[in-house]
């Protein structure tokens, strides 16, 4: 058993700091432009937009 917190073999780590992430969409009609925003420690937001 090893205790090393690499995983075996070849891999590669990646850190993402995120800052926001924005999530667009078209509503089921198609009639609107929908937009979710969140940022670390808020709510998401969502905008609605013709």
Request: proline letters at 6%; hydrophobic letters at 40%.
């Amino acid at each position: 058993m090893t205790t090393s917190t690499e995983p075996p073999g070849d891999f590669h780590a990646f850190r993402l700091d995120l800052t926001e992430a924005v999530l667009t969409t078209v509503d089921q009609e198609g009639q609107l432009l929908v937009i979710r925003l969140w940022r670390p420690g808020q709510a998401v937001k969502v905008i609605k937009r013709q």
